[in-house]
């Protein structure tokens, strides 16, 4: 699961400066919800162990 973690954090990233430099539009945002994703199903799966 730490894979997951460390790809969701680079796309979180990627979103970040996407919004600081204006680049990326759509793609940056599908991006985040990813992102998003990765993170809740880490969570979630975290939690049965």
Same mark, same amino acid.
């Given at each position: 699961?730490?894979?997951?973690?460390?790809?969701?954090?680079? @796309?979180?990233?990627?979103? =970040?400066?996407?919004?600081?430099?204006? *680049?990326?539009? +759509? /793609? @940056?945002?599908?991006?985040? =919800?990813?992102?998003?994703?990765?993170? *809740?199903?880490? +969570? /979630?799966?975290?939690?049965?162990?």
């Amino acid at each position: 699961m730490k894979l997951l973690r460390t790809i969701g954090g680079i @796309i979180v990233f990627f979103w =970040v400066l996407g919004l600081v430099f204006r *680049i990326g539009g +759509f /793609l @940056i945002h599908w991006l985040l =919800v990813a992102a998003v994703a990765v993170f *809740i199903y880490d +969570f /979630l799966t975290g939690k049965k162990r």
